[in-house]
Structure formats: C-alpha cells, structure tokens
C-alpha cells in the first residue's frame, strides 16, 4: 500500500457550523482522485461527524467500488458505550453505516489510562479477538493517546495486537505528553506497524510562523507546509501509514502530489524541520488539533477548539488581531456558550487525546476575548 491513507474525520461541510453536514458530493470526488491515483485506505470512526463520516464512506466508496478495491479501518469507541452489552450492537451499527460485510482493520480507540482499564473490565480485547474468528475483521489492534510506559504494558499483555496507531509529527516527536518518539520505539519494539493520525497537528503545522515558513520556502519554494509534516511523518520505516484529515479537493490533490511516488526526508531536511520545530513550538499557545472529542458531552455547548484557535490566532498576531479575535469570538458565542460559563465539571479534560488542562485555558480565553 501507498503510505496516505484517508482519514475521514475533517470532511468537507454543507454547514460550516453543523459538524454533522458532511457534503457527500464532494467526499465522492475527492475518494475518487485518492483512488485513481492508488491509495486505497480509509479510516473513520463513529464519532467522527457523529456518524456522518462513516455514512459518508459507504455514499463515495462503499456503494461505487468493489470491495477489493479498498481497506477500511472502524474503531471500537468504548467512550459512547453504556454498558458491556452493548458492543454487538454498536459493532453492527458501524457495518451497517460504512455499507460493508467485514472491516480490514478495527482498533480499539484513544486507549490511554481510564480508557484502557476500561477495556480490560469489558473484555473488550476479548470481543475484536472474536470479530477477527468471526470474519467480521481482518486484523485488530489500538489507537493510542497516552504515555510510552503504558503502551508497553499494554503491548506486553496483549501480543494480540497486531498494529497501533500513534499520533507522531515533528512537533510531537520529543513532547513530554504526547511522547511521539517514545511511542513509536514501544510499537517497533514489539514488532507492531505504525500507523499514523494527526501528523499535521491538526492544521498547527499548515498556518506557521513566517520565520518557520521561511526556512522550508528557502529550501524548496513549490513544496507545501503540509508536504513537510505528512512526509516526516512517513518517514520513519515502522510506519506503515500517514492518515490525512483532508477537508477539500486542494489539501487531496496537494497530499497526492508528493505521496504517489514517496520519498523519505534525507538529513538535511530533517535538520531545517528541528529548526522549524523550535520556532512553531515558541509561538503556540494552547496545542489544540480540533478534533472536537470535547465538545458533545460539555453542558455548556462551549466552542472549545473553535475558541482556542481564536486565542491563538491571537497571541501568535498580536495587537492586529484584536478585533478580528473578538469579533469572532462575539460571533461564536451567539449560538454557544462562553468561555467563562464553563462549569469546570471536566467532562471535556477527560475525552482530551491531548491531556491538556482546557478548564485553565478556558480561563485564559475568557481573560482575553470578555
């Protein structure tokens, strides 16, 4: 397989404002130029657009491709389950969405610490094991968002597992929390492919400063902000997989152009991304990726990311962002709720892939833009 895989989390939208208006015509073309130019992986999961997305899979591919055409990858989201009993079902809902009898790869999602006692108190290793017996899954395994110590107990205990999905970019690859690197040595370790989410950050790694920008432009003018991350990302030979969270035709046809024939960084240009590393890491403020696993169950309906980029936006642009920031944020807070009515029950801190203390930040925003 080619190294790109589809993921299906950051679909164009009909609504801008509804996460769940996920535009099928232009989801079809867009698989269609993927597949045209021989990528063949997909991966969603239920909640992404809240159920849209997989929906949206079986409406562009499902339906309009033989079945041996593709791959794709569901996820066993313990996190919207209320009991034990309610796997089968929740199991065979995602068939009956994505349009498909069986799925190539299904992973057990956003294992980290409560997540995965979790697992281990509804056996739920045990019930992808008996989906793969069953034939409704080819090869199981786990998406990750914890530290490097736990991956490897949970590797340890359960050799089962035949692959991990990890978030890895180059401003994650030596962070404290996210522990890219160290996460990537646990899974080689243990002889399990990696495959990749979010090596774009979420768009962090698109929109950076001038100065980081500068050095990938003098280095190669034609190659894009998203070209660096996604080819870092794929660089390393574990990895099996880089996923793309691609919302429009420009982002496919742009990730296309320099994954159909892959290339490697070489040391050189691993060297001017260090570089730029350091320079995007001084200029974040909250290292938000947006994907919105905070907002559904917050009893505030606070815009979360959708308030953090704005604060980025303006501490990163300064005094000249001001009033855009604030008219944004006026805009935003019409049909949700600001950042100062949040209750600090911390719902949100527990659904966060990236472990980061948003009650805090939502201090901060509420200084900022009120």
Known sequence: MKKLGFGLMRLPLLDKDDYSSVDIERVKKMADAFMEN????????????????????????????????????????????????????????????????????YWLHG????SYRQAEDWHA????????????????GLSFHD????????????????????????LDWEDATVESRKCYEVATKH????????????????????????????????????????????????????????????QMSDNISYMKEFKPLDEEEQKIVEQAAKVIKASIAIPCTACRYCIDDCPKKIAIPDYFAVYNNLKRFGGPQGMVASTYYGNLTQ???????CLKCGKCEKRCPQHLPIRAYLEAVAGELE
């Open 111 to 114: 294992l980290g610490g409560p």
């Open 147 to 170: 530290k490097a110590e736990l991956l490897d107990e949970i590797l340890t205990k359960h050799p089962e597992m035949e692959y991990v999905q990890i978030q890895l970019n180059y």
């Open 38 to 105: 021989g990528f063949t992986y997909f991966d969603t999961a239920a909640p992404y657009h809240r159920g849209n997305s997989e929906v949206a899979f079986r409406e562009a591919v499902a339906k309009r491709y033989p079945r041996t055409s593709y791959t794709i990858t569901d996820k066993l989201s313990l996190f919207m389950i209320r009991h034990e009993e309610e796997m089968d079902g929740f199991f065979e809902s995602q068939l009956e969405r994505l349009g498909v009898d069986y799925m190539d790869y």
């Open 335 to 341: 049909t949700h709720g600001k950042a100062s009515d």
């Open 191 to 250: 002889h399990k492919p990696v495959i990749v989410m979010e090596p774009i950050k979420g768009g962090s790694l698109v929109n950076i400063p001038k100065e980081a920008e500068k050095l990938y432009q003098d280095y190669c003018p034609d190659s894009s902000m998203a070209s660096w991350a996604i080819r870092f990302a794929a660089s390393p030979g574990n990895v099996m997989m880089v996923l793309s969270g691609m919302s429009d035709e420009e």
């Open 125 to 140: 290793f045990e019930f992808v094991q008996r989906k793969k017996a069953e034939g409704k899954v080819k090869h199981i």
